[in-house]
């Protein structure tokens, strides 16, 4: 099972209902003039307390989930093709502006991959994690400010009465990362996204945010999801694995039988591609090609123009639905056939 | 995209050779926009009018005929006529020579004394850049109008000696704008391959460097037609511009001031052609802007 | 913040002096000058001249005469005029209300006309706020200013009779009829101020609403209100501050011919008037009266920025 880095604090239990549910979720979107499809058929449902990692390339559409989850892409550019979001009580993707900017904070907290560029330059880090406090509790301009500062030690911040009244400017890129983290958990949401947290961040840095979010997690019980393109930050991290690839979900798995057989190529790859996985002192491998560019229909599977299993006729010809065995889910016709390798732990 | 006021990104940056063809189709592409298109043709139509006005006007623009004073439009007067009889459509054709040519003549005044420092400031930096652009920024600091006003004073009034003053209040803008095209360009490593074939450094600068500046030149120049047209307006306006008998728009404007009850059309005439000659200038300018710079610039 | 000003003020000086000599360089230049009025004109004989001439200091060498004019601005002497005999010190006292409340009641109504539209411009782009700050932009360059007060006095004075045609009130002595006198010279100064302060306001906001730190705000549930009033709009401030600070040497400038306009005794129909009578006095007295406007003006945006954005003060 995953670590739980903190002793003597048990990991919460994982709840029963789920806490956001992502139903047949498709998204087009009109970057310039056209829309075209970005996401599609995405289904997802994160429980309370668990931990999900989403994995993916740059252009795979992850971002833009992340992004829809808490329905912050702009309605001028997005079109909503089917499907819908669900948080808790509230839809996302039929939610009325004031409904949606309740849950944001309270229900649901989110933290970006650039620290240096995400906080306002213009006021005191302190002043805005306390804004957001009152936004959602309505309580004075000093207690948000306590408590505010209570954010920053639990993010453990050194310091954090004299740091509070600092500009965004005056902290480092850790300490920024911090400061988004304290006002994304400063009201107790119940549910975390981390995109590409620590992507920004230099290795050491890495590490400590990645164990203060566990320890948070197991403090406060709030259900992660975290997006990354680093399998290895995601196999360390989350009880649960989702691939995704040109927009779609290709696989679904819980992380240790991900790690040890995953059931689709793309999966494969990824976890061939990790440098711990080659031998020493050779090439590293690395998975030939790219994407399919935003918008492009490409008939049958996705992936075959790279896939080192293709079969055509088979695989691309016609969508390929996702396929669910639970605990498992695969987007891939020849998955029962194939015996994909996977990643030394 | 943004990019500082003076320095265009380097898409258009070629050596020489290929200058004639791509002076043409900047032009072209210009006239391929609707509003670029429009300026083009209103103002050599303008320019064309103005040139043979002598030659097409209806009236004699100074001919004073007391019996018929301050008349509306009419099929015999398309604008009526002024205050001493004089018919308005004439006058105004012929102004329209003055101020084209005050307004050019202006411009040239600002390209002459701000292109060459500019390039020398530009290109060999040091001191003699730093005095210079010190200077350049304490005339930019000044209203150009009140420059322009004093140098007036100092010259004596007159259309000639306006225009000198107001070229001469320009120069620093066109200064700037050179020395960053030339600064940008100086680190080019087309250029230090010319100097090192052996090519004299004028030819370097006059061949390779200026006309790489031409863009942003003429985007600038086009800005300031318009501007100087209206200086120019104010400057007759005011008296200190054009001297009668001589017209030019801004004068035919201050003399009808105190008809404008009785006779608006005396003043709503000149004032509409400057404007559109002026927004003619301006949209020109943008569309440059936007051909150049290839996106929408903000 | 209290060490940012004092550097800032520091540089003050130096930038006045180099005002005052390009002001001093300048009418030094001027044919005609205070001996030859004092004696009566050129036509006096070259020895009443010469008289005056030592007696006034002005056979000096230029470096003696520059310090001398200096200090003796820095007291608050400029001289006589040569044509009316007043001392410019008190032209300008006379004047320069005048003016400043011209430029002050602009700025007021350009910000009016500025603000909001360039805050819905921001938010819609291509909307109607949009199109018409575009507008705006194209004719406020384009229109001649004089023209465009032309206009306004021939439709709301003359023809509808709703405010004064021409002339000043002292606000000491009639504070509305002050307004009313003013507000359509103050109009169409504004209207040329507006179309670039809307400009660079949309394009500030438009910026900074794109900016990740306004993600942030959003996905932290803070309101619209919030996020685009109070952070974004005050970070789109800053360099619509500096643009406002810019705008000052151009109000003035646009002053000497809406005050020919209107009839408005300020430093600008006092400046056409000396250029018209070779006052050298007097034009010395308004420009550098004029360009110590500006850089104390530019030197108070300055100021303003450095409030807004932190990060400036800390360089």
């Known amino acids: 099972m995953t670590t739980t880095a903190t002793p003597g604090i048990e990991a919460p239990p994982i709840g029963r209902q789920p806490l956001l549910r992502v139903e047949d979720f498709s998204l087009d979107l009109a970057p310039s003039g056209e829309f075209v499809p970005v996401l599609s058929d995405i289904n997802l449902s994160v429980r309370s307390g668990e931990v999900v990692g989403l994995v993916g390339e740059s252009g795979s559409g992850k971002s833009t989930l992340a992004l829809s989850l808490i329905g912050l892409v702009p309605k001028k550019i997005s079109k909503l093709r089917s499907g819908r979001i669900t948080l808790g009580d509230t839809e996302i993707t039929a939610g009325s502006r004031r409904a949606l900017q309740s849950v944001r904070g309270s229900k649901v907290g989110m933290i970006f991959q650039e620290p240096m560029t995400a906080l306002d330059p213009a006021y005191r880090v302190g002043d805005q994690v306390a804004e957001a406090i009152r936004r959602h509790t309505g309580v004075s301009r000093a207690e948000a400010r306590r408590q505010a500062i209570e954010n920053f030690k639990l993010v453990e911040m050194s310091d954090a009465e004299r740091r509070a009244d600092a500009y965004p400017h005056e902290l480092s890129g850790g300490l920024r990362q911090r400061v988004c983290i304290a006002l994304a958990i400063s009201c107790r949401p119940q549910l975390l996204i981390a995109d590409e947290p620590t992507t920004a961040l230099d290795v050491t840095t890495q590490a400590q945010i990645l164990d203060l979010l566990r320890r948070l997690r197991d403090e406060l019980g709030m259900a992660i999801i975290l997006i990354s393109h680093d399998l290895a930050v995601i196999a360390e991290f989350c009880d649960r694995v989702m691939v995704m690839y040109a927009g779609q979900i290709v696989e679904e798995s819980p992380i240790d039988p991900f790690f040890i057989q995953p059931r689709h190529p793309y999966s494969s790859a990824l976890l061939q591609s990790l440098p711990e996985n080659q031998p020493p002192l050779q090439t590293l491998t690395v998975l030939p090609g790219s994407p399919p560019p935003l918008g492009l229909q490409v008939p049958g599977c996705r992936f075959a123009a790279r896939c080192a299993h293709v079969q055509h006729g088979r695989c691309d010809v016609t969508p390929i639905d996702l396929t669910s065995r639970p605990p498992r889910a695969f987007r891939c016709v020849r998955a029962n056939e194939l015996s994909l390798p996977g990643a030394a732990r | 995209m943004t990019t500082s006021p003076t320095v265009l990104p380097d898409t258009n940056l070629i050596p020489v050779a290929g200058r004639k063809q791509k002076r043409r189709s900047l032009l072209h592409r210009v006239f391929m926009r609707g509003p670029g298109m429009v300026s083009i043709i209103y103002l050599v139509v303008l320019v064309i009018v103005s040139i043979i006005a002598p030659y097409i006007v209806p009236y004699d623009p100074n001919q004073i005929d007391l019996r018929a004073v301050l008349q509306p439009p009419s099929p015999e007067h398309w604008l009526g006529t002024d205050d001493l009889g004089r018919d308005v459509f004439s006058r105004l054709l012929v102004a329209g020579g003055v101020s084209l040519a005050a307004t050019l003549q202006a411009v040239a005044v600002g390209l002459l004394f701000g292109v060459l420092p500019g390039v020398l400031s530009g290109y060999f930096g040091g001191w003699f850049d730093t005095i210079v652009t010190r200077v350049a920024d304490v005339l930019l600091s000044f209203p150009s109008l009140i420059l322009a006003l004093a140098i007036v004073a100092i010259l004596g009034p007159g259309l000639g000696n306006a225009m000198f003053a107001v070229g001469i209040a320009y120069a620093p803008r066109f200064l700037r704008i050179v020395r960053g095209q030339v600064m940008f360009v100086r680190n080019e490593t087309f250029v230090e391959a010319a100097i090192s074939t052996g090519i004299p450094r004028p030819k370097v600068i006059w061949g390779h460097m200026l006309p790489n500046a031409w863009p942003a030149l003429i985007i600038q120049i086009s800005f300031m037609l318009g501007l100087t047209l209206i200086i120019e307006s104010s400057l007759s306006y005011l008296g200190l511009g054009v001297q009668p008998p001589q017209a030019s728009w801004g004068s035919m404007i201050g003399g009808s001031k105190a008809f404008i009850e009785i006779a608006p059309w005396l003043v709503l005439a000149p004032g509409l052609v400057i404007f559109f000659t002026s927004l003619a200038f301006n949209t020109l300018g943008d569309v440059l802007r936007d051909e150049v710079t290839g996106g929408r610039g903000q | ?148 007060g032309l206009i306004l006095v021939l439709i709301f004075s003359l023809s509808l009779g709703w405010l004064p045609t021409t002339g000043y009130v002292a606000f000491t002595a009639d504070p509305w009829q002050w307004f009313l006198h003013l507000l359509l010279p103050a109009i169409t100064l504004g209207h040329a101020l507006a179309a670039e302060l809307t400009r660079q306001l949309r394009a500030a906001l438009g910026d900074h609403l794109r900016r990740d730190y306004v993600r942030t705000m959003r996905a932290a549930g803070l309101s619209e209100k919030s996020v685009v009033g109070k952070h974004a709009l005050r970070s789109a401030l800053g360099p619509s501050v500096t643009t406002l600070g810019l705008q000052v040497p151009i109000a003035i400038g646009a002053c000497v011919v809406i005050e020919a306009v209107f009839n408005l005794p300020g430093l600008g129909s006092q400046m056409v008037q000396a250029v018209f009578s070779r006052d050298v006095q007097v034009l010395q007295g308004v420009i550098l009266f004029t360009v110590v406007l500006v850089v104390v003006a530019s030197f108070l945006a300055d100021m303003a920025y450095a409030l807004i954005n932190p990060k400036v003060r800390a360089e």
């Open chain 3, 1 to 148: 913040m209290l060490r940012f000003v004092g550097r800032r003020l520091l540089f003050l000086v130096p930038q006045l002096l180099l005002a005052a000599l390009v002001v001093f360089i300048l009418t030094s230049l001027l044919p005609g000058d205070a001996a030859i009025a004092r004696a009566g004109g050129e036509s006096a004989s070259p020895e009443l001249i010469a008289q005056y001439r030592a007696e006034l200091g002005l056979d000096q060498p230029l470096y003696v005469r520059f310090f001398d004019f200096v200090g003796n601005a820095a007291t608050g002497d400029l001289g006589v005029s040569f044509s009316t005999s007043e001392s410019v010190s008190e032209i300008l006292w006379r004047t320069a209300p005048v003016t400043l409340s011209l430029v002050l009641l602009g700025f007021i109504i350009a910000i009016l006309i500025a603000l909001p539209l360039g805050i819905v411009a921001a938010l819609h782009p291509n909307g109607w706020a949009d199109r018409v700050s575009l507008a705006l932009a194209t004719t406020g360059v384009a229109i001649p200013n004089f023209w465009f």
